[in-house]
C-alpha cells in the first residue's frame, strides 16, 4: 500500500518527463502532462492514509506530508491551467512545438525534483534533487528565447548556483559536524540519524554550516538580500512557470531550511535560528512591500508580492511557538493556492491583452467580467483582507508576535506596517487593472476557470472554516517546528 | 608500503595540493584572455584530481579514486577542449573585460582567502586534522569562484568561475572523511548537466546577439523596471 504510493510520487514525474520529451503532438502532450500530475496527486493521498516506515533514502512524516500534498494538487491545477495556456501561445506563435516538448518533459522533472527533494530522508539527495528542480525552472525560463528571457534565465541560473553551491557547503559542514558523533558513511547524511543524535555535535562547525545553508537555500526562497533573480525568473517565462515558481518550488526551499532549522534548535550549544530568519523575513516583507509601488509589469508585481510572502513566512518561522508555526505553515498553504489562482488569470489576462505592461491593461472588469473580478478576489485575498485565508493566518501572525514578551512585541510594528504597505500597493494597482475604461484587447478570452475557482474557493472557505482535523494536524505540526 | 608515511608527510602533501588549488584560483584572476584562463583552470582540475587521488589514498577511501578520474577526464580534458573550440569558433580569444581591475580583484582574492581561514580555522579545530586546512582551503577556491563571476563580464569566464566553485567543492567533499560516493557522483553530474545547459544558452545567446558578453544582455533592460 504504501511503496505503491511513493512509486507513484516518484516514478510518475520521472517516467512521465521521459515519455513528454519524445511525444510527438503537444495536444495530447498537454493531457499526459496532467494525467501524470493526477497519479502523482493520488500518491500523495495515499501517502496522507498509510505512511511508510522512514529508511535512509525516504522519510514521511507530518512536516513534508503538508507540503507533499500542497505540492502536488497545486502541480495538477497548474497543468490544467498549461494546457489551455499554451493553446493560445502556440496560435500566436510563441511556443514551437519542438519548445513545447522540452517544456512538459522539464515541468515532470520539477515535479519529480521537488517530490523528491520533500520526502528525501538524506540531506545529499535533498541537494541534488532541489538543483535539479532549479536547472529545469533555468529551461523553462528562457524559452521564449527573447533577449529578456535569456537575460532572466541567465541571471536565475548564476544567482540560483551560487546558492546551490553554498547550500552544498553547508550541507559538507553538518556531515563534518555529525562525523565524530554519527561515524563515517551514509548515516552522517540521513536526517532521521542526526536528528537523535544532534546534541553531541560541535556547535561552532553547526552554526556556520546553518549561515551556508541559510544563504544557500534562502536564495532559493527569494529572502532578502538574495532575491535580485526572482522578478526576473518570474516575469519573463511562462506563466504556468510563474505559478510554480511562486507557489511550490520557493516552498520547497524552505522547507531544507525548515529541517535545518530543526536539528539547530535541538543543539543546546549552537546559535538560536529563529533570529536569523526573522531579520530576514522582515527585510525581504519591508523591501518588496516597497519596491510594489513602483512596478510597471503585471507578472513582476506579483513576484514581489511572492518575495513580501516569503518574508512574512520566513518570519513567523523565525519567531517560532505553536502559534506562529501554525500561523507560517497555513500562510504558506493559503499563499500558494491564492498565488497561483492570481497568476492563473494574469496569465489570460496578458495573452488577452498582448502585454504585461499595467499602463495597458485597464478595466478589465468591463471587458472580461468573470477573469476581471476573479483577480480582483484574487489579489485582495492575497492583500490580506477578510474573509481569505490569507487574512486569517496573518491575522494569527500579528496576534502571536504581540503575545511574546517586550522585546520581541516590538518586532510587531514593522511587521504590521510592512503589511499595510503591501495592501495599499495592491489595491493601488488593482483599481487601475480592474476598474475605468478598458484598453485595447477586448476579445473574449478562452480560459480554463476550473483551476482558478478551485483555488479561490478554497482560499476563502479556508478563511471562513477550517475543518477541525486540520486545524489539529496542523498544531502538531507546529509544534514539531518548536 | 614497505614502511608507515610519517602522518606529518601526509599532512604536508594534502596541503600542498590544497594550497596549489588556491594559489591556482589566484592565477585565473589575473588571466585577461581566455585561452589562457581556460588552460589555468585546466591545470586546477590537474591539481584537483591530485587532491582528491592523495585523500583517498590517505584516508583508503577507493571510491575517491572514481571522483578524481572524473575530475581529470571531464574537467582537465573534455571542457577545456570544448571551451577552446567554442571560444576559437565564436572569435572571442581576445582581451577579457573585467568589471574591476585586476590589481583590486587580486588584493579581494587575497582578502577572500584570509577570510575564509579565519573563519574555517578556529570552528573546525576539534575535527579531523586532514579535513580541517583542506576545508579552510576549499572555502577560500569557492570564494574566488564567485568573484571570478562577479568581476568577469564575458558569460565563458563566468561559466569558469562557476566551474571552479565546483572545484572547491568537491574538494570540501573529498576531505570530509567517508563522505557518502552518493554525493560526490552526483556534483560531478550536476556540473556536467550545468554545462549543457550553459552550453544551449551561449548557443542561444550567440544566435540572438553575436557576442557572449552578458552586457549585452543588460542593454535590453532599459525601460523595465
Avoid at chain 1, 525581504?284 to 513580501?308: H, N, P, Q, T, W
Avoid at chain 2, 569558433?89 to 574591476?100: D, K, M, P
Avoid at chain 2, 557522483?185 to 552578458?214: H, K, N, P, Q, Y
Wanted: aromatic share 10%; hydrophobic share 60%.
Amino acid at each position: 500500500m504504501s511503496l505503491p504510493s511513493i512509486l507513484l510520487l516518484l516514478a510518475t514525474p520521472a517516467l512521465a518527463a521521459a515519455l513528454l520529451a519524445l511525444w510527438p503532438s503537444w495536444r495530447s502532450g498537454a493531457w499526459v502532462n496532467v494525467l501524470a500530475c493526477t497519479l502523482a496527486f493520488a500518491g500523495a493521498l495515499g501517502l496522507v492514509v498509510h505512511r511508510p516506515d522512514s529508511g535512509p533514502y525516504i522519510l514521511v512524516d507530518d512536516l513534508n506530508i503538508v507540503f507533499i500534498v500542497l505540492n502536488t494538487f497545486v502541480a495538477l491545477t497548474t497543468a490544467v491551467f498549461s494546457a489551455t495556456y499554451i493553446a493560445h501561445e502556440v496560435e500566436t506563435g510563441r511556443m514551437t512545438p519542438a519548445n513545447l516538448r522540452v517544456y512538459h518533459a522539464m515541468y515532470q522533472v520539477l515535479l519529480f525534483g521537488m517530490n523528491m527533494a520533500l520526502v528525501s530522508n538524506n540531506l545529499g539527495v535533498m541537494w541534488v534533487s532541489i538543483e535539479g528542480a532549479t536547472l529545469s525552472t533555468v529551461l523553462m525560463v528562457g524559452l521564449y528565447r527573447t533577449p529578456e528571457a535569456i537575460e532572466a534565465a541567465w541571471k536565475y541560473f548564476m544567482l540560483g548556483s551560487v546558492g546551490i553551491a553554498m547550500a552544498l557547503f553547508g550541507t559538507i559542514l553538518v556531515y563534518m559536524a555529525a562525523q565524530p558523533v554519527v561515524g563515517e558513511g551514509q548515516d552522517g547524511m540521513v536526517w532521521s540519524v542526526l536528528v537523535t543524535r544532534v546534541q553531541a555535535f560541535d556547535p561552532a562547525l553547526l552554526n556556520l554550516a546553518f549561515v551556508f545553508l541559510l544563504l544557500g537555500y534562502g536564495t532559493k526562497v527569494g529572502l532578502f538580500p538574495l532575491n535580485a533573480w526572482l522578478p526576473d525568473a518570474h516575469a519573463e517565462g511562462p506563466t504556468p512557470i510563474s505559478a510554480v515558481l511562486s507557489g511550490l518550488l520557493l516552498n520547497v526551499a524552505l522547507y531544507a531550511v525548515l529541517r535545518f532549522k530543526l536539528l539547530l534548535a535541538l543543539n543546546p550549544g549552537a546559535l538560536a535560528p529563529g533570529p536569523l530568519l526573522m531579520g530576514m523575513g522582515l527585510a525581504s516583507l519591508l523591501l518588496a512591500g516597497v519596491m510594489l509601488y513602483r512596478r510597471r509589469d503585471i507578472k513582476r508585481l506579483f513576484a514581489y508580492s511572492s518575495i513580501e510572502h516569503m518574508g512574512l513566512i520566513a518570519f513567523a518561522f523565525g519567531i517560532g511557538g505553536p502559534l506562529a508555526n501554525f500561523a507560517g505553515l497555513l500562510h504558506m498553504v493559503m499563499h500558494s493556492l491564492t498565488k497561483s489562482a492570481i497568476f492563473f488569470a494574469v496569465g489570460h489576462v496578458a495573452q488577452v491583452k498582448g502585454t504585461q505592461k499595467l499602463s495597458e491593461i485597464r478595466g478589465l472588469t468591463t471587458s472580461h467580467p468573470a477573469l476581471g473580478w476573479a483577480l480582483v478576489i484574487g489579489v485582495l485575498a492575497i492583500a490580506g483582507l477578510p474573509p481569505g485565508g490569507v487574512f486569517m493566518s496573518e491575522f494569527l501572525l500579528v496576534t502571536s508576535t504581540f503575545a511574546k514578551p517586550f522585546p520581541l512585541m516590538l518586532l510587531a510594528l514593522p511587521l504590521v506596517a510592512g503589511l499595510l504597505i503591501a495592501f495599499g500597493a495592491l489595491v493601488l494597482k488593482l483599481s487601475g487593472i480592474a476598474f475605468g475604461e478598458p484598453t485595447p484587447g477586448t476579445a473574449p478570452v478562452k480560459a480554463s476557470y476550473g483551476p482558478l475557482v478551485v483555488h479561490l474557493a478554497l482560499v476563502l472557505a479556508a478563511g471562513l472554516y477550517l475543518p477541525a482535523p486540520l486545524v489539529a494536524w496542523f498544531q502538531h505540526v507546529a509544534k514539531l517546528l518548536g | 608500503m614497505p614502511q608507515p608515511m610519517s602522518p606529518h608527510f601526509v599532512f604536508d602533501i594534502a596541503h600542498l595540493l590544497a594550497g596549489a588549488m588556491v594559489l591556482i584560483s589566484l592565477m585565473m584572476l589575473y588571466q585577461d584572455r581566455l585561452p589562457a584562463l581556460i588552460k589555468v583552470f585546466a591545470l586546477q582540475a590537474v591539481a584537483l584530481a591530485a587532491s582528491v587521488a592523495w585523500q583517498a589514498y590517505a584516508h583508503d577511501a577507493p571510491h575517491l579514486y572514481v571522483t578524481a578520474g572524473i575530475a581529470i577526464l571531464f574537467k582537465g580534458l573534455v571542457i577545456p577542449v570544448a571551451l577552446h573550440r567554442m571560444v576559437a569558433r565564436l572569435g572571442i580569444h581576445r582581451q577579457v573585460e573585467t568589471a574591476l581591475a585586476t590589481g583590486p580583484t587580486m588584493l579581494a582574492g587575497i582578502g577572500l582567502v584570509g577570510l575564509s581561514l579565519v573563519v574555517m580555522l578556529p570552528v573546525t579545530a576539534t575535527s579531523d586534522p586532514l579535513a580541517r586546512e583542506d576545508l579552510a582551503f576549499a572555502l577560500s577556491v569557492v570564494l574566488l569562484g564567485f568573484l571570478m563571476m562577479v568581476t568577469r563580464r564575458n558569460a565563458v569566464s563566468q561559466i569558469i568561475g562557476f566551474m571552479s566553485m565546483e572545484n572547491g567543492l568537491i574538494l570540501a567533499a573529498a576531505g570530509a572523511k567517508g563522505m557518502p560516493l552518493v554525493v560526490e557522483i552526483s556534483v560531478a553530474f550536476s556540473v556536467l548537466i550545468a554545462f549543457i545547459i550553459l552550453g544551449v544558452f551561449l548557443f542561444r545567446i550567440r544566435e540572438r546577439f553575436d557576442t557572449v558578453d552578458v552586457d549585452a544582455l543588460d542593454r535590453f533592460r532599459g525601460g523595465r523596471a
